[in-house]
């Protein structure tokens, strides 16, 4: 297995994660220290309060997929990158092509 070639892949989508959470944190309403807070009853209270919600999920998603990332990285660097968290067993190349920051081999994923 060229792990080199999954350490690239991995680098590059924690770029791309980092530059999304960094996006979604300037577009969140909240993160705004100096906003004026509206009135609760008026739209754009309303508004800004479904936005902050639909971007704070995103987010939480976004760094759900960073920790992957960077547990396959770690695992990159222990030698362990590949093997199944859960039975030992190496996870199947075309499962790392998909999904490289994958933790379980096919069978021990659907378990979950």
Do not use: W
């Not at 092509?97 to 378990?111: D, V």
């Amino acid at each position: 297995m060229d792990v080199g070639h999954f350490k690239k892949k991995l680098l590059e989508e924690r770029e791309k994660l980092t530059k999304d959470l960094n996006f979604y944190k300037s577009e969140d309403p909240y993160s705004d220290p100096e906003r004026t807070v509206p009135s609760a009853a008026s739209d754009e209270a309303s508004g800004e309060i479904e936005s902050h919600d639909r971007i704070s999920a995103t987010r939480s998603n976004l760094k759900q997929d960073l920790r992957e990332v960077e547990g396959a990285l770690g695992r990159i660097e222990n030698g362990k990158y590949g093997v199944c968290l859960n039975c030992g067993k190496k996870i199947n190349l075309e499962r790392l092509e998909i999904f490289p920051a994958a933790r379980f081999c096919q069978g021990c994923s659907k378990l979950r």
